[in-house]
């Protein structure tokens, strides 16, 4: 045969176990008829006997002796490979997870997270890695187990998302800003000098449209990459950083945090995941701490120094 049928390993073990046609049929609820056709097959495929008659009965050829010692293994390992997944046992899980987040994710919310896999699963490790780009590759090719941020349009469409939470965009001024101490309204915020928050070639922003609908631009002195960059950078200057909320609280020490005069812009922050994980129970747990992690509520803005 070209290639081999693997059902016939699970006919051969009932037959040299049972020792017997109609038994090896009941075990694995044939008729005697098919029992017979497939020891045939048997036969033609091995070139051996394998079952003789002797008397009322049959016995093994030397062929089917040294079969016997290694088919009962190959299909009780079969077997267990095709059983539905062990109960999850976290306590002696021992596993590393790869979760690809933006500036800020690890800063606001990997305390938690981290608490939290420490005492239900000690013996896992999460490893953190930068989102850089937009691409889903690193989730299909199994690199990272879980990408954080705003579901786009060039995420796959075989991908699964789940909400963790929503962000708006807020201001950060230095302390002693001129804005820090006044209503910052839109005509302030358009006339103030601002750093952009966007990855490679991008030269506008969500404030950016938000203000072209009013007829008023601001002035971009800065381009960053990253949500530390855009507040250090205004933290030591009179610039203004724009960023999401939530992702940046614990990044804002030192700085005045103000609400955006604009219409709200907000965000939704979502896990994304291959659906090949679908089924994986470490997966889903790691999901479910993720999403109780992240499903605090949202912090209020206002002015004053964070």
């Known amino acids: 045969m070209s290639k081999p049928d693997l059902?016939?390993?699970f006919t051969l073990n009932a037959l040299l176990s049972e020792g017997s046609v109609a038994a090896a049929a009941r075990r694995l609820q044939l008729s005697p008829s098919a029992m017979s056709r497939s020891l045939a097959r048997l036969r033609q495929v091995t070139g051996d006997p394998l079952l003789v008659r002797a008397g009322r009965g049959l016995v093994p050829t030397p062929r089917a002796l040294e079969l016997?010692?290694?088919i009962a293994r190959l299909v009780d390992e079969a077997?267990?490979?095709?059983?539905?997944a062990a109960a999850l046992d976290l306590a002696t899980l021992d596993r590393i997870f790869t979760l690809q987040t933006r500036d800020g994710f690890v800063e606001n919310f990997g305390p938690a997270l981290v608490a939290r896999v420490r005492r239900e699963a000690p013996g896992v490790r999460l490893r953190f890695v930068p989102k850089l780009t937009r691409s889903s590759q690193t989730l299909r090719d199994g690199s990272v187990d879980v990408v954080t941020g705003v579901v786009d349009a060039e995420a796959g469409p075989e991908l699964r998302t789940r909400l963790l939470f929503e962000d708006r965009?807020?201001?950060?001024?230095?302390e002693g800003h001129p804005l820090a101490n006044v209503p910052l309204t839109v005509a302030r915020y358009a006339a103030g000098e601002h750093?952009?928050?966007g990855r490679s070639g991008e030269l506008k922003g969500r404030a950016d449209e938000a203000l072209a609908a009013l007829g008023l631009e601001r002035d971009i002195i800065a381009?960053?990459?990253g949500f530390s960059a855009a507040i250090a950078l205004a933290r030591g200057s009179d610039l203004i950083a724009t960023v999401p909320s939530r992702y940046t609280q614990n990044l804002r020490q030192g700085t005045v945090t103000l609400p955006l005069p604009l219409t709200p812009l907000t965000m939704k922050i979502s896990m994304i995941?291959?659906?090949r994980m679908d089924g994986d129970r470490a997966h889903a747990w790691l999901r479910d701490c993720l999403r109780e992690v992240c499903r605090a509520e949202d912090v209020t803005i206002g002015s004053g120094p964070r």
Do not use: F, G, K, M
């Not at 077997?79 to 539905?84: F, K, S, V, Y």
């Not at 965009?169 to 230095?174: D, H, K």
């Open 223 to 225: 381009i960053v990459d």
């Open 273 to 275: 995941w291959h659906p």
């Open 195 to 197: 750093i952009l928050t």
């Open 68 to 70: 016997n010692q290694h």
């Open 7 to 9: 059902n016939l390993l």
């Open 169 to 174: 965009l807020i201001a950060v001024v230095r």
């Open 79 to 84: 077997e267990a490979a095709l059983r539905p």
